[in-house]
Each structure stands twice: as C-alpha cells, then as structure tokens.
C-alpha cells in the first residue's frame, strides 16, 4: 500500500511531522468505512467513564470500550479493568494495521463520538510509560473530525490533520513526549465517529488518557 503523506502539500514546513506521524487516507474504502461504523455502533457495550477533574467525577463527553488479550492485567486510571476479548472485525483490522506499521499491538481502545458535542481534550498517551517511545496506531470510521496537535513546549505550534472515514495515523517516535493531540467539540452537525487506537502494552498495565 502506498503510503501517501498530507505534508506534501501543505504550504507550511510540517517537515517536523514525518519523523512522528504516517498517514492513509484511504487505509478502508468508504463502504467499509460505513460497514465498521454500523458494526461498532450496535455490537459494543460502550459506557460512559467519569474522570477525577480537580477532586470532581466529571463525565468523558464520549462513549469508551477497550478490547485486547484477554490474559493482560490492565489498569485504566487506578480501576482494574479487564479488556473485552477481540472480535472478528477488531482482529482484521488489527491485521492490516500490524501489516501496514509492522507493530505488534495487544490492546485498543474505542471511541464513539455521537455528534459535535463529544470530543477529547488535550493529552497525549504515554500510557504511564514515560520515556519509551509509546506507539500508538489510530483508525477512523465515519464523520470526519479534525485532529489537533499542538506541541508541548510552545503550545502556539498547532496542526489540524482531517482523520476521513477509513483513515490511519500512526504516532510514532517522540510523538507522545513533544506533541499533545485532541478532537476538539464542533458547532457544525456532526454524524456518528467511531476510532480506535491499537496500542501495544508490554507492563501488562495501561492507564488510559481518560481527559474529559
Ligand atoms: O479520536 C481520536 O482520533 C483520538 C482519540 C484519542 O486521542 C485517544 O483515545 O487517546
Ligand atoms: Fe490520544
């Protein structure tokens, strides 16, 4: 599959980028795309989490599930939780996104953004592995929403990336230490979003980046 870069065409030097970030536009076709979508949104048990947010439960403006081998311990934000066991739909698309990143990822999480309101604030996913290059390989189906990057140290170097239904991005390198990302609310009308985020854990402990 050729792997077509969005830093090409863009006027400003994203250079910076390519060391940290592969992308596809086009990993799924759309009737896959639509096909995923459906699928996801009627078979998984999403629940809504609540974080700690300065002492305060405050619930994630989203809808969560986390899959991945079953024999794994993992810890999402001090809760043990025990990951779903893979589907037949989760382990084909696990297979092409190994094939395509050559990583061998164990877990993933789901994200379903109902409409405009839901979102993910800024954060990055270490996974509580500070210092260790942390990759993370992201699939999307369905609306297309913008995905904010904004470096740590100067929060004023920002990129929009368009993650299409059917896209792939892989965070790689020193991405999870120099770079925050989210998906910011929308005013416009926003249809149904599902992504999933394969990501590998060796510790057999994960800590999810529940921000609100
Ligand atoms: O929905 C996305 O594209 C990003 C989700 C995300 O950042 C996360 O789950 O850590
Ligand atoms: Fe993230």
């Known amino acids: 599959m ?4 969005f830093f090409e065409h863009d006027e400003n030097d994203l ?12 990993m799924f076709t759309k009737a896959v795309g639509d096909h995923y979508l459906a699928h996801f949104i009627k078979s998984v048990p999403w629940q809504q989490r609540s974080v700690l947010m300065y002492g305060k439960e405050v619930m994630t403006p989203r809808l969560t599930a986390w899959y991945g081998d079953v024999d794994a311990d993992y810890s999402i934000s001090g809760s043990n939780a025990t990951p779903l066991p ?4 989760l382990l084909e698309i696990r297979e092409k996104v190994i094939t395509q990143s050559g990583f061998n990822f164990n877990t993933v999480l789901l994200n379903y953004y109902r ?3 839901d979102s993910v604030s800024w954060h990055d996913d270490q996974d509580n592995i500070p210092g260790r290059n942390q990759i993370v390989a992201s699939v999307s189906f369905g609306q297309e929403r913008m995905f904010d990057i904004r470096q740590k140290k100067n929060h004023a170097v920002k ?5 299409p239904n059917g896209s792939y991005l892989l965070m790689k390198g020193r991405f999870q230490d120099d770079w925050q990302h989210r998906i910011d609310k929308s005013k416009h009308q926003m ?11 060796n510790t057999r402990i994960i800590s999810s980046n529940l921000s609100p």
């Open 86 to 89: 893979w589907t037949d739909e």
């Open 191 to 201: 249809k149904p979003r599902i992504n999933l985020t394969f990501r590998i854990s």
């Open 159 to 163: 990129y929009s990336i368009p993650l």
């Open 15 to 26: 250079s910076v980028l390519a060391d940290v970030l592969d992308y596809l536009p086009a």
């Open 2 to 5: 050729e792997q077509l870069s």
């Open 115 to 117: 409409d405009g309101n």
